[in-house]
C-alpha cells in the first residue's frame, strides 16, 4: 500500500499488522549449498516477495529455513498436501526447536511458526490474515486458482516466498504469482544442478515401447474408431485449447455422444494397462529386486492391478495417513522394495533414496514427469538414477509420451 | 444434496431459471425416484460398486419419452443420499497388506533366474498360516476399499416428497454458486424465526436483517470476504440455509450466482410458500456453546439456561438473535446471551449500536480475544456488557456478569 501511494519512506501507523517478530532464530545451522545461498540473496535482493524454482530433491525446505532465519518474523508456511504439512511440521521444529502450529487435517493450532495446507489456508486466512510477516507457499504453482489466490489476497503479510520446480500453467495464470507472490527470482533446472553441479544424481531415461496383443489391438482401435468417428462427425479440434471441454459436453447430450465417451475410455484403458506392459512391470522388478523402485500410473485402477499382481504397497488418495507414512518408513527401512502410486507421490513428499522409476502411464504434462523424474534424484555416492517409461505403441500414449517429455531434463 | 452440475436450468437474459416443475415433470421425477428406491432397497448386503453398477443399468432402462441423462443423474444422486454404507475394516486390511507386502518384497529379493519370485505360492503360505484359501487372503487385501463397502440400510425420501421438492433441491444446488442471497421471509410462528436466525448463525454467515414495514424480514446474507473480493466462497452455507429459509410460511430470494464454465454472474430468483424439508430441523448449539451450557448448569447457581430465547427487536435499529437466556429462579430476573465468537468485529460494533440505540433487554455478549475488542465499550450500559474470553467461556465469569446484569438498575 505504501508502494502502491508512492510514499514509501512516511511513518506509518500500521494498525493491521498483527505479527510478531520471532525470538529465536535457527538452532541447526547447515551450509547452505551455493545455489541455494545464491536463491536466498536473489529473494533478499527482491525486498523478500518472490519465486525461488528448483528441481525436486535441491533442498527447497532448506532455502525457507533460510528466510525464515533471516527475515525473523511469525511465518505461516502453506503446502497442498497433509504429508507436505507433516513433513514441514517436522523440518520447522527440528529447525527452529519451538512448538509448531498446525492448520488443516482437522487441526487448528496458530502459532509463530505454523505450516497449513492450501485448503485450510484458503478457509482461514480472512481470520489469520495479520498475524504473520512472512508466508512461504511450497508447490506455489498450486496457489494462483480463484479460491486458492485468496489465500495470498487476504494476508498482509510483507514478505512471501514461493517455491516450486515447475511454476508454468498450463492455463497460463502463473503469472499470476507476480502479484500474489513476487516475480521468479531465482532459477535453476534438474540439468543445472545435476550435470554441471553433481546436487542431484546423475540419470537415464529409458523410453520402452509395447505392442497390445491382437484382440487388444482389435478392441483398441474398433473403440478409436467410434470416438475418432464422432469428433470429427462434430468438428470438434481436439488440438484446439478447448477441444477437450468441447468433447465433453458435445458427449453427454446424445446416446451416440456418451458411446464416443466411453469409446474414448475403453481406448485410453486398454493403453494405460496393456498386457505387455505390466509383463514388462514384472521383469523391471525382478531385474532392479536389490534397488528401490517407484512405479507411477495415471489412474488408480492400474495402480491397483500392479499392486495386486506383484504383491507391492500401493499409495492412492483412499490410503489413510497412517499407513501411507509406514509405507514410506517400510520403502526407507527395507521392508519394502517398491511403491506403486497413481499421482499422490508427484510432487513434494520425501521419499527415501529411491534409484529407479518407473513410469507406466501418465498425463501429458511436462510437470508432472518432471516431478516424477524429481523423486528419484536424490544424490547419493555411486548412485546413477534411471526413469522407465512404458508406452503402448500405435495408441495415443506415444504422442502423450512426446508432449510431456517437453523439457530440457529429457534431452 | 444435490451439486452444481446435476441442476438443469436455462439462462434468459441476465437470468438463471430452473426449468418448471410441472405436473410431467414431476411425475417423471417420482417415477426415477421410485424406481432407484426399489432398486437400492434390493441391493442392501451389496457392495457400492454393485450398488452403482445397478443404478447405472437403472439409469440405462428408464423409460423416458426423452432421455435427459442430467434429471436421471440428480434423482438418483438425492436417492444415494438415502444410502448408508458399513463402516469398512481399515485395520484387518491394512495388517494384511503389510505382511503380504513385506514377505512379497523379502521373498523377491531373495529370488534368482533358478528359482523365481512366486506369487502363487507365497499367497498359498499366507492362507494355509490362516486355515483358509488363497482367494480369501487376496480378497481381503483391498477389502476397505470404497467400492467394497457393503450398503447397509436404506431410508431414502418417499418418492412423492422426492419429487416435491426436488426444486428446492435444484435451487440448493444453484445456490453453491452464489456470491450474495437477499431473502424476503415472513412467518407467523417466531420459532420458525428464531430456526432460521440460529441456522445462519451456524453456519457462521452474517446476516443482515432488517424488519419489513409490512411484517417479516428482509436478509442479505454473505461472509466477510465478500467485501474483499465476489466469489463463491460461501456458496455451500448459503445452500444450507435455504431449507431453513424455506420453512417460513412465504418466502422469496434473489441471489447473485456465477454460473457455468464461465462462471457469468447472473441473477436467480425462487420462492414459494412453507416447504417442510428433513434439512430443516433446528441445529443443536455450536460445540463452543454447548460445552459453555453443561459447564454452567454445573454449577448450580439458581440460575436456569433457556436454549429458546426470543428475537430481540428494537424497530428502526436493528435486531440481535440471542443463543440462549438466563433466568434467575428467585426473581424470574432475565438476561439473555449471544456468543459472537470468532467471527468478526464488524458484528460487536453492530451489536453495540443497538445497545446505544436503547435496546431495552438486558443482554451479555460474548466475543473471543481474537477480535481485538475490549470490555469497556459498554462498560456505562446498564443492560448490556460484553465478556471477552481467551480459548473458552468460562462459565464462573458469565455468571458474575449476568449476576450483576440482573442487579443492574435501569
Redesign the interface.
Known amino acids: 500500500m505504501r508502494r502502491a501511494f508512492g510514499r514509501a519512506d512516511d511513518a506509518v501507523d500500521d494498525r493491521a499488522r498483527?505479527y510478531g517478530e520471532l525470538a529465536l532464530g535457527a538452532r541447526v545451522v547447515r551450509e547452505p549449498r551455493p545455489y541455494q545461498a545464491e536463491a536466498l540473496a536473489a529473494w533478499q535482493a527482491q525486498q523478500g516477495r518472490g519465486v525461488v524454482v528448483l528441481p525436486t530433491g535441491a533442498g527447497k525446505t532448506w532455502v525457507a529455513c533460510l528466510a525464515i532465519d533471516a527475515k525473523r518474523r511469525s511465518t505461516l508456511v502453506v503446502a497442498p498436501t497433509l504429508d507436505l504439512v507433516r513433513q514441514w511440521y517436522d523440518v520447522l521444529r527440528t529447525t527452529f526447536g519451538v512448538p509448531v502450529g498446525v492448520i488443516g487435517g482437522g487441526e487448528y493450532d496458530v502459532r509463530s511458526l505454523t505450516v497449513s495446507t492450501y485448503d485450510s489456508a484458503h478457509l482461514h486466512m480472512?481470520?489469520l490474515g495479520d498475524r504473520f510477516g512472512l508466508v512461504v507457499f511450497d508447490e506455489c504453482h498450486h496457489l494462483p486458482g480463484?479460491?486458492y489466490a485468496?489465500a495470498a489476497?487476504?494476508c498482509v503479510a510483507p514478505f512471501r516466498l514461493g517455491l516450486t520446480a515447475t511454476p508454468e500453467r498450463a492455463d497460463g495464470r502463473h503469472a499470476d504469482l507476480d502479484e500474489l507472490v513476487g516475480p521468479i527470482v531465482y532459477r535453476k533446472d534438474i540439468v543445472d544442478l545435476s550435470h554441471a553441479g553433481g546436487y542431484l544424481a546423475p540419470y537415464d531415461t529409458v523410453r520402452l515401447t509395447v505392442e497390445l496383443g491382437p484382440d487388444d489391438r482389435r478392441a483398441h482401435d474398433e473403440a478409436r474408431g467410434i470416438y475418432r468417428d464422432f469428433v470429427a462427425r462434430n468438428g470438434i479440434r481436439m488440438s484446439s485449447p478447448s477441444g477437450w471441454?468441447d468433447f465433453v459436453i458435445r458427449a453427454?447430450r446424445s446416446?451416440d455422444g456418451?458411446r464416443a465417451m466411453a469409446a474414448y475410455r475403453r481406448q485410453r484403458d486398454i493403453a494405460f494397462a496393456a498386457p505387455a506392459k505390466l509383463d514388462y512391470v514384472g521383469l523391471l522388478?525382478?531385474r532392479h529386486?536389490?534397488d528401490r523402485t517407484l512405479l507411477f500410473t495415471q489412474d488408480n485402477a492400474t495402480a491397483?492391478e500392479i499392486s495386486?499382481?506383484?504383491?507391492?504397497?500401493i499409495i492412492t488418495h483412499?490410503t489413510?495417513v497412517?499407513?501411507r507414512s509406514?509405507i514410506i518408513a517400510?520403502l526407507a527401512d527395507g521392508?519394502?522394495?517398491?511403491i506403486v502410486t497413481s499421482k499422490v507421490l508427484n510432487e513434494g513428499v520425501d521419499i527415501p533414496d529411491a534409484a529407479i522409476a518407473i513410469v507406466v502411464s501418465g498425463s501429458a504434462s511436462v510437470r508432472e514427469h518432471v516431478q516424477r523424474l524429481g523423486r528419484v534424484l536424490r544424490a547419493r555416492e555411486g548412485k546413477r538414477a534411471l526413469l522407465y517409461e512404458l508406452v503402448t505403441a500405435q495408441t495415443t500414449e506415444t504422442f502423450t509420451s512426446a508432449r510431456r517429455r517437453d523439457h530440457s531434463a529429457y534431452r | 444434496m444435490l451439486t452444481a452440475d446435476l441442476v438443469t436450468a436455462r439462462r434468459r437474459g441476465d437470468e438463471l431459471r430452473l426449468v418448471a416443475a410441472d405436473p410431467r415433470r414431476r411425475a417423471r421425477i417420482e417415477a426415477l425416484a421410485a424406481a432407484f428406491s426399489e432398486i437400492a432397497r434390493a441391493q442392501i448386503g451389496s457392495t457400492r460398486q454393485q450398488l452403482d453398477a445397478a443404478l447405472d443399468e437403472g439409469a440405462a432402462g428408464a423409460d423416458l419419452p426423452s432421455p435427459d441423462r442430467r434429471l436421471i443423474a440428480a434423482v438418483q444422486k438425492l436417492v444415494y443420499d438415502g444410502c448408508s454404507f458399513e463402516e469398512p475394516d481399515a485395520e484387518t486390511a491394512a495388517a494384511l497388506r503389510r505382511e503380504i507386502f513385506r514377505r512379497a518384497a523379502a521373498a523377491r529379493r531373495a529370488a534368482s533366474p533358478s528359482a523365481p519370485f512366486d506369487r502363487g505360492a507365497l499367497l498359498e503360505a499366507a492362507a494355509r498360516e490362516r486355515g483358509t484359501t488363497a482367494a480369501v487372503v487376496e480378497a481381503g487385501l483391498y477389502g476397505d476399499r470404497p467400492a467394497r463397502q457393503r450398503l447397509l440400510a436404506f431410508a431414502g425420501r418417499p418418492p412423492a416428497m422426492l419429487a416435491a421438492g426436488f426444486e428446492l433441491a435444484e435451487a440448493q444446488a444453484v445456490l453453491l454458486r452464489a456470491t450474495r442471497v437477499t431473502a424476503s421471509v415472513r412467518s407467523r410462528d417466531a420459532g420458525t424465526y428464531r430456526q432460521l436466525f440460529r441456522t445462519l448463525k451456524f453456519l457462521r454467515l452474517l446476516p443482515v436483517v432488517e424488519a419489513v414495514a409490512q411484517g417479516g424480514y428482509r436478509i442479505t446474507l454473505d461472509g466477510p470476504l465478500s467485501l474483499f473480493q465476489g466469489g463463491t466462497r460461501y456458496g455451500l452455507q448459503l445452500g444450507l440455509a435455504l431449507p431453513a429459509i424455506a420453512g417460513c410460511d412465504s418466502w422469496s430470494i434473489e441471489a447473485d450466482v456465477r454460473w457455468g464454465a464461465d462462471r457469468r454472474p447472473l441473477r436467480f430468483r425462487i420462492g414459494g410458500g412453507a416447504v417442510a424439508t428433513a434439512a430443516a430441523e433446528a441445529p443443536s448449539l455450536p460445540d463452543e456453546l454447548a460445552g459453555f451450557v453443561t459447564a454452567f448448569e454445573r454449577l448450580d447457581s439458581g440460575w436456569r439456561v433457556d436454549r429458546e430465547p426470543a428475537v430481540l427487536d428494537l424497530p428502526g435499529a436493528g435486531m440481535c438473535v440471542p443463543d440462549l437466556a438466563f433466568v434467575r429462579g428467585r426473581d424470574g430476573a432475565r438476561v439473555h446471551f449471544e456468543l459472537l465468537g470468532f467471527w468478526s468485529r464488524e458484528a460487536v460494533w453492530r451489536r453495540v449500536e443497538l445497545v446505544r440505540a436503547g435496546l431495552p433487554q438486558k443482554i451479555l455478549f460474548a466475543a473471543s480475544k481474537g477480535l481485538r475488542v475490549g470490555e469497556a465499550v459498554l462498560d456505562e450500559s446498564p443492560t448490556a456488557a460484553l465478556y471477552v474470553f481467551a480459548r473458552v467461556i468460562a462459565a464462573k465469569q458469565v455468571l458474575d456478569r449476568i449476576e450483576r446484569l440482573a442487579d443492574a438498575a435501569t
Do not use: K, N, T
Open positions: 498483527g480472512e481470520h480463484p479460491a485468496l489476497r487476504a471441454s453427454a446416446e456418451r522388478l525382478d529386486r536389490g491397483y495386486r499382481r506383484f504383491l507391492v504397497p483412499e489413510r497412517r499407513e509406514e517400510g521392508g519394502y522394495g517398491a
